[in-house]
């Protein structure tokens, strides 16, 4: 790999919900049909595709995301520093909540007029989890999901120490 593309290498695997036109002028959907902001920004609606799925067959959709928000980025052990666009002037994330199976809505207290611009910027590429995981997969490896001891038996098993070694 050239230096400039050291990181980068995710990007040959990685998805993701918005990414910039070939040309850089605009942010398009990609796995995402679209995003839409409230009249003051401070609400994001993103609607997924219909039909998407995970490469084991699985469907993609809102709880993925809901996992990723609920039982990583808020989970201390496992982010312990919220990124910078997720989070509200005074520290706090923004909600994320679940509109229905193929939509989600971002919540901010404040407008977030750059919203889509850091989401099409969050694709990986800076070895950042990406803003939504396989959950129907992860939850046996999760204590919210499964108990810890299971997990920790298993990770052992893997060669991890304990269960956040597989999410790391």
Do not use: C
């Given at each position: 790999?050239?230096?400039?593309?050291?990181?980068?290498?995710?990007?040959?695997?990685?998805?993701a919900?918005?990414?910039?036109?070939?040309d850089?002028?605009?942010?398009?959907?990609?796995?995402?049909?679209?995003?839409?902001?409230?009249?003051?920004?401070?609400?994001?609606?993103?609607?997924?595709?219909?039909?998407?799925?995970?490469?084991?067959?699985?469907?993609?959709?809102?709880?993925?995301?809901?996992?990723?928000?609920?039982?990583?980025?808020?989970?201390?052990?496992?982010?312990?520093?919220?990124?910078?666009w997720?989070?509200?002037?005074?520290?706090?994330?923004?909600?994320?909540?679940?509109?229905?199976?193929?939509?989600?809505r971002?919540?901010?207290?404040?407008?977030a007029?750059?919203?889509?611009?850091?989401?099409a910027?969050?694709?990986?590429?800076?070895?950042?989890?990406?803003?939504?995981?396989?959950?129907?997969?992860l939850?046996k490896?999760?204590?919210?999901?499964?108990?810890?001891?299971?997990?920790?038996?298993?990770?052992q098993?893997?060669?991890?120490?304990?269960w956040?070694?597989?999410?790391?």
């Amino acid at each position: 790999l050239e230096p400039v593309n050291a990181n980068n290498y995710v990007r040959v695997v990685y998805d993701a919900l918005f990414r910039f036109s070939p040309d850089g002028a605009k942010i398009e959907p990609k796995i995402a049909e679209s995003a839409e902001p409230s009249a003051d920004f401070k609400t994001w609606t993103i609607k997924l595709r219909k039909g998407s799925k995970w490469s084991d067959g699985q469907p993609f959709g809102a709880d993925d995301i809901l996992f990723w928000y609920k039982d990583v980025l808020l989970n201390k052990e496992l982010t312990p520093t919220l990124p910078g666009w997720i989070r509200n002037a005074d520290g706090t994330p923004a909600k994320v909540e679940k509109v229905d199976d193929n939509t989600v809505r971002f919540i901010y207290s404040a407008p977030a007029t750059l919203f889509l611009t850091a989401v099409a910027n969050a694709d990986g590429a800076d070895r950042t989890y990406a803003m939504f995981l396989p959950a129907h997969y992860l939850k046996k490896f999760h204590p919210a999901h499964t108990p810890k001891a299971d997990i920790d038996k298993g990770a052992q098993a893997a060669g991890f120490k304990t269960w956040t070694g597989l999410f790391a």
